[in-house]
């Protein structure tokens, strides 16, 4: 397993030092999860300060950018990263793709799919000047030298998408080169739907499932004392209910032994109350959900609950805690070390 950081983009002028000193620390990677500012940005500033640092975008948006254009900000970021820079795309929902970037949210996992298939078609004619993509969706064929970034000496950026329910599971592993599973997804879901279903995908193109990799988030709750461990422990709190509204998410709270879950924070977030909706997750929820543990602890946690399953692990707390930031690079170092991913 290799180890990367998470962190939403940051302004600019922070992005260099950020990823500096995520590579000092001794993580394998730099991941960022779009939100009010680009992911593909953070990353190319991120590219010039950290060269030997794996890049990725997890996730951006795909539906508001033309997948010409999303493969040519990926194919300069691989040529940037000289070969580190994984493309991971989502489809978000309805709300912000329509009402907020204004454009089509029908059949978003048809449509995705055909998206990531011309994302690659692109690729190659960047290679071979010739564009040949047609779908349900996207109809691509035309392009000129003028208009290609052309050959780069790199392999093609590694194309992976986010997938939940089990239809995008499996598509993730018909066509894409990994998965980004979702920040609520408990080692059991990874085991019921995870990995059945991309290997499912994966035969029925041909491809052996470990062709894609498998890219999980883990929330964390650290310390080596009570008071530590309980002040991480209200943060992990309040992220789980915040992602854990979301309707089509609700069957992994259910399956995991917390019936209702979902129901609870929506209707504590209707009424505008966020410190009720963060109640709504018990300590049985974080201790299934997320992995705590001392820090001389933590990389056998981590190996033990995810070994065998995950191909990268995300911390997702780690830069949000600059005290422990370096303390989390070590143990991503102990981890890729001690998995033979160094």
Known sequence: MRIDAMTVPQPLGRVGELARRTQSAGFSGLLFTETGRTAYL?????SQAAPDLELSTGVAVAFPRSPFVTAAA???????????????????VRTHVVRRYGV???KPGPRLRDYVLAVKDCFAAFRSGKLDHHGE????DFITPQWSPGPIDVPDPKVDIAAVNPWMLRMAGEVADGVHVHPIGEPGYLARHVLPNVAEGARKAGRSPSDVAIIVPVMTVVGDTDEERDRQRESVRASMAFY??????AFIWDEAGFDGTTARIREKQKAGDFAGMAAQVSDDHVAAFATESTWDALADKLIDTYGGTATRLV????????????????????????????
């Open 244 to 249: 854990g509204s979301t309707p089509n998410y």
């Open 137 to 140: 969706f996207y109809d691509l």
């Open 42 to 46: 953070n990353a190319a500033v991120a």
């Open 315 to 342: 911390l997702y707390n780690a830069v949000s805690d600059p005290d422990g930031f370096e303390r989390y690079g070590e143990v991503a170092r102990q981890v890729s070390a001690r998995s033979g991913a160094a």
């Open 74 to 92: 990926a194919w300069e970021l691989q040529e940037a990263s000289g070969g580190n820079f994984r493309l991971g795309l989502g489809t978000q």
């Open 104 to 106: 089509d949210f029908e």
